[in-house]
């Protein structure tokens, strides 16, 4: 089943970044709440949250806390049941992480996994349910695979260039690129937007990506100010699938 590789799945969205001066952040806010529906064929495989919510400063420093959750559908449920929980603590300036956790449980695999980034050291020590199995050193400004995604919407897009950022998830350190196709119309669901067309470099991605021969990654974003990701369309070795937008909410409303 495709849901086996979700990590690998929405780890692209977070290797769009770039290597240029970021500037103030209009594109996003604390309370923000994205939903997307994964469709595997005409199958709806699972729904995907993205949040931003609300944090303590950590050594002192503002943060923001990420948070994307994964929950596969009441008939994928039965084949293979996904509940995996991953978050981001990166500084508000959205310069380097400080931790990355991610809880899974995909079919018979489970993990607690915290990834702590002490830049003191300059390195990240990845633990899985409270066990230390790596150390990786890290390069300057490195953020982990979900902050890496919100960076992205704080960059310039232009046609015909190609972004560059490093990311480390605790076991790699690796400096991910992507060309930004075109600009162009995209129709969903939920209305038509004014998008780039981005096509990330597979090259350094593992998991189903590597197995596949000749996999295609294809992501359009907004191309306002919130450069929000609206529609991704793949094909791997398992099969196609795209995930798309179908609402925009606060988190605040959703608690009331």
């Known amino acids: 089943m495709p849901m086996k590789k979700t990590y ?6 977070f290797l769009l970044v770039s290597s240029k001066i970021y500037a103030d952040n209009n594109s996003f ?18 729904n995907l949250t993205l949040e931003v919510n609300p944090c303590e400063p950590i050594e002192n420093i503002p943060v923001y806390h990420f948070v994307m959750s994964v929950k596969t559908s009441d008939f994928i449920d039965y084949f293979y049941k996904v509940r995996s929980l991953y978050e981001s603590y990166t500084a508000q300036d959205l310069s380097r992480s400080f931790i990355f956790k991610k809880k899974q449980r995909e079919g018979s695999t489970k993990r607690e996994v915290i990834v702590n980034f002490d830049w003191n050291k300059k390195e990240a020590s990845y633990s899985n349910f409270g066990k230390k199995e790596k150390i990786t050193v890290l390069n300057t400004n490195t953020l982990d695979p979900l902050a890496i995604l919100y960076f992205c919407r704080i960059i310039d897009l232009k046609e015909k260039t190609t972004i560059q950022r490093w990311v480390c998830d605790g076991k790699d350190n690796i400096l991910s690129s992507a060309q930004i196709l075109k600009r162009e119309t995209k129709k969903i669901g939920i209305g038509s937007f004014d998008t780039y067309l981005i096509e990330p470099d597979l090259k350094s991605v ?15 974003v907004t191309a306002d100010e919130k450069r929000t990701p609206v529609f991704i ?7 196609s699938f795209v995930v798309e937008l179908v609402a925009i909410e606060s988190i605040e409303k959703n608690k009331k």
């Open 8 to 13: 690998y799945i929405f780890i692209i969205l």
């Open 233 to 239: 369309q793949s094909k791997v070795i398992v099969g």
């Open 29 to 46: 806010e604390i309370g923000e709440k994205l939903v997307y529906e994964i469709k595997w064929g005409v199958i709806t495989a699972a």
């Open 206 to 220: 593992g998991g189903v990506f590597k197995k596949t021969k000749n996999p295609s990654f294809k992501m359009w």
